[in-house]
């Protein structure tokens, strides 16, 4: 019995250092995936719901950047590029984290996160397809016709503002200047948009300490104005941008009855811009929750999202669809409102830099 004993022993031990041998030469054993086909399973609402875009949207896209990220072959069990843009889009849709997201796909976390930043490097590549300015005489008419229409402010060709995009805490010596005037770390992003909210502009690469004003100040959009490539044209702000000759702000203490018919129409006008970051963050939660990524990737994610939101316009997809079931409508919208951190006012609104706004309201507003 003895010797039994030690045989079955001496046996056990000799299976063990054969699982240790092949741990050591080949690894861990491979983990095959059961990729899901959510484009084909789910019906239109619940597609709609989890990925934010509509099928027909989904396809539009998947043309523009199929080449990108297709794969030399399908070994391995390669990724489709339907498969790599729906996993890019859940993590738009809920912010969560990617392990979550990675079970939902069927796909390893480490996949999740190469895909991510793949997909959304393609779609920020189409930037210059799907946001730009108005670049004739006609374009720039029908802009000034549509805002012009909301609230009877005249030349208006687009509404700017800043908002908060959250980050974790990038760390290092700069880690700090992330920090906003909220004490988290953003990015502050800024946009120009039209009439019917399409993005005509976005500047996402400035830490969260930095003032919106300063930020227009070092745009091109700037320098354009500037040199008049914009000629009649005017951008509505809040206070805490200089008022100038394009850049027209509202007075800060309205007196005169023209005065406040001008204030009026300025804040209904603007409107657009709130509204538009309203639907941005509605329909991309990333952007109200946080993105818990590296800085550069979140760059990229905030550029992506913003080409999609003009992408969705396109097919007249103008309201968000509902929530993902991850996500708490109250929650988002505090985070909403917590993205709009008020600028101090420049001391420039104080006085009249330019006759812009003092003409505007003595001979327009002033004759209404």
Not at 243 to 253: A, E, F, I, Q
Not at 319 to 343: M, T
Request: aromatic share 8%; charged share 25%; hydrophobic share 35%.
């Amino acid at each position: 019995m003895m010797e039994i004993e030690i045989r079955i022993n001496e046996d056990e031990e000799d299976v063990e250092d054969v699982e240790v041998l092949d741990f050591i030469f080949n690894g861990l054993p491979r983990q095959l995936y059961t990729r899901h086909n959510h484009f084909d399973t789910l019906d239109d609402a619940a597609f709609r719901r989890r990925f934010r875009l509509s099928r027909a949207c989904v396809l539009d896209l998947l043309i523009s950047i199929e080449r990108e990220l297709e794969f030399p072959s399908d070994m391995n069990n390669a990724v489709s590029p339907m498969n790599q843009i729906l996993t890019c889009l859940r993590v738009f849709s809920t912010g969560g984290h990617l392990q979550n997201i990675a079970d939902f796909m069927g796909m390893h976390l480490s996949t999740v996160s190469r895909i991510v930043k793949r997909v959304s490097e393609a779609i920020a590549r189409l930037y210059r397809q799907h946001i730009k300015f108005p670049s004739t005489n006609d374009e720039m008419s029908e802009n000034q016709r549509n805002f012009f229409s909301i609230s009877g402010f005249p030349k208006v060709v687009g509404a700017i503002d800043c908002t908060h995009v959250k980050i974790q805490s990038p760390g290092g010596v700069d880690g700090e200047i992330y920090r906003n005037r909220k004490q988290y770390f953003s990015i502050n992003t800024q946009v120009i948009c039209d009439a019917n909210l399409k993005i005509m502009n976005v500047v996402a690469r400035w830490p969260g300490s930095a003032h919106d004003s300063n930020i227009f100040n070092h745009s091109r959009i700037k320098d354009d104005f500037e040199d008049n490539v914009y000629p009649n044209c005017l951008l509505l702000g809040h206070s805490g941008y200089a008022n100038g000759k394009y850049l027209v702000t509202p007075l800060l203490n309205p007196r005169t009855p023209p005065e406040q018919l001008y204030n009026e129409s300025h804040i209904r006008t603007r409107n657009v811009i709130e509204r538009c970051f309203g639907v941005l963050k509605r329909r991309f939660p990333i952007l109200a929750y946080g993105c818990r990524l590296k800085v550069d990737t979140c760059l990229i994610i905030i550029v992506a999202a913003s080409v999609l939101h003009n992408l969705v316009l396109r097919h007249n997809d103008n309201v968000p669809p509902p929530l993902p079931e991850l996500v708490n409508e109250e929650q988002l919208e505090r985070l909403i409102q917590d993205g709009q951190i008020v600028a101090p006012g420049d001391i420039r609104n104080r006085r009249h830099v330019d006759g812009t706004r003092d003409f505007l309201i003595q001979n327009y507003f002033g004759n209404l």
